[in-house]
């Protein structure tokens, strides 16, 4: 006689049902024992009465458990250690399907790395709490703007600064710029294909960096360039206590670092120029894999009413007093305006000095733009003299001369005698 081997689970069951053939319990009650519903109880009483004990027994405990195809493993573990040593599994997962046809979830990709010692398991660290805040339900209604400075050409190219825009709403980069540094011209540059593409946003969401706000000295209540170009265009800065406050702009940063890097060393991409070309490209696809849908449908963002003055917002301006001779002084040069028929009513008066994004000066009066030009000193370039000459000019200056027979001290002395 074959031994049937049982679970405690089905053991139990074993015994209600031969307690129920001799009436001593009902399905009811059976049922309300086991924690299953009546007509599921009735089907397993059916079977147990035609197949006896084995209907009790799980069919799956004899089927074989879908085991990874060992020549698919060992492909893999090949384009690990050939191409993509430092890939992460998520991402891993996504080039295998892509470039290599194969299907695997992130999940078995993860423990393949593990027990192939490519991957550390994480330690659970200690949890701080930051709750999640909701999302914006409109798109434009709030922009998350921040740098990652960061190898992202690796050993190939110069080390620099990603500047990002990430609609809250979405989730989806909006705007993207590699620069040299986080400089107040780059998010100049950021914020212009931003809002020639999509319009005014409600907010901007930054940190507290010295382009956004003013950090130093008593007065703290001025605003800095690129808070002044914002205010121009009605967009309100917001400023973040903390990197977890504005997180997805953050998380979407250590994505790209992961991402948008391998992308780069793919196409052998080792400039900013070459880089800032293949943004938009890189964009759309990144969008079109981690974007959400907003809950509302509707569009926050504000037409621009004349994108021809744009310049003229996102730029530099400073005062200046014009001089009684009609001159400007900035950055050691000298404007002399050109206004010889307002010369009492020029003098004295305050203007702002525009310096567009590609250098152009311009010099604003009460909303015009005035006339001049730049004043130019002749500096005369000094004769270049070699350390030969140098030194032979020091030897005869520094030699003691006597005088000649004809010089008129020798004459007056020896007409004393």
Same mark, same amino acid.
């Given at each position: ?9 089905? @053991? ?20 309300? *024992? ?11 009483? /059916? ?7 084995? +209907? ?63 991957? /550390? ?38 080390? $620099? ?7 809250? +709403? ?11 540094? =986080? ?38 209540? /001025?605003?800095?360039?690129? @808070? ?10 917001? +400023?973040?206590?903390?990197? !977890? ?18 992308? *780069? ?18 964009? =759309? ?9 907003? @809950?509302?449908?509707?569009? +926050?963002? $504000? @037409? ?10 996102? $730029? ?19 404007? !002399?305006? !050109? ?31 005035? =006339? ?16 030969? =000459? ?28």
């Amino acid at each position: 006689m074959e031994d049937i081997f049982m679970t405690t689970k089905e @053991a139990e069951r074993l015994r209600l049902l031969k307690n129920h053939s001799d009436g001593i319990i009902s399905l009811v009650d059976i049922s309300k *024992l086991l924690g299953i519903s009546y007509r599921q109880i009735k089907r397993v009483w /059916k079977d147990f009465k035609k197949y006896g004990e084995k +209907a009790l027994i799980s069919k799956k405990r004899k089927m074989r458990n879908r085991s990874f195809d060992p020549r698919i493993k060992e492909k893999i573990l090949s384009l690990i250690n050939t191409h993509y040593s430092d890939y992460g599994p998520t991402f891993l997962s996504e080039k295998l399907l892509e470039k290599h046809n194969i299907k695997v979830s992130k999940e078995t990709v993860r423990k393949l790395m593990i027990n192939c010692g490519l991957r /550390k398991s994480k330690k659970q660290k200690k949890v701080k709490v930051y709750q999640r805040r909701k999302r914006r339900s409109c798109f434009g209604e709030l922009e998350q703007v921040d740098g990652s400075p960061h190898a992202w050409f690796e050993d190939r190219g110069p080390y $620099c600064t990603l500047l990002l825009a990430v609609d809250d +709403a979405t989730g989806e980069i909006t705007s993207a710029r590699f620069e040299e540094e =986080e400089t107040t011209e780059g998010y100049f540059y950021l914020m212009k294909s931003y809002l020639q593409v999509h319009g005014k946003p409600v907010c901007l969401y930054s940190d507290k960096y010295g382009v956004f706000q003013v950090n130093h000295g008593k007065d703290r209540s /001025k605003l800095t360039q690129f @808070a002044r170009a914002m205010k121009e265009l009605g967009i309100k800065i917001i +400023a973040a206590h903390s990197p !977890q406050a504005k997180g997805r702009v953050e998380r979407k940063n250590g994505v790209l670092q992961d991402r948008l890097v391998k992308e *780069l060393r793919e196409l052998g991409i080792s400039t900013i120029k070459e880089a800032n070309k293949f943004l938009p490209i890189y964009i =759309e696809k990144h969008n079109k894999r981690f974007g959400k849908v907003a @809950a509302s449908s509707f569009n +926050a963002h $504000c @037409a621009l009413e004349d994108k021809q003055y744009l310049d003229q917002i996102l $730029c530099r301006k400073e005062g200046r007093k014009i001089s009684k001779n009609l001159e400007v002084h900035y950055k050691n040069d000298i404007f !002399q305006i !050109q206004a010889p028929n307002r010369i009492n009513r020029l003098r004295g008066v305050g203007v702002q000095v525009i310096e567009k994004m590609d250098g152009d000066i311009l010099i604003e009066y009460n909303g015009e733009l005035l =006339e001049f030009i730049l004043y130019e000193e002749f500096n005369r370039q000094p004769k270049i003299v070699d350390h030969k =000459e140098l030194v032979s000019r020091w030897e005869r200056s520094s030699k003691k001369q006597k005088p000649g027979k004809h010089h008129p001290w020798r004459v007056v002395k020896s007409m004393n005698f």
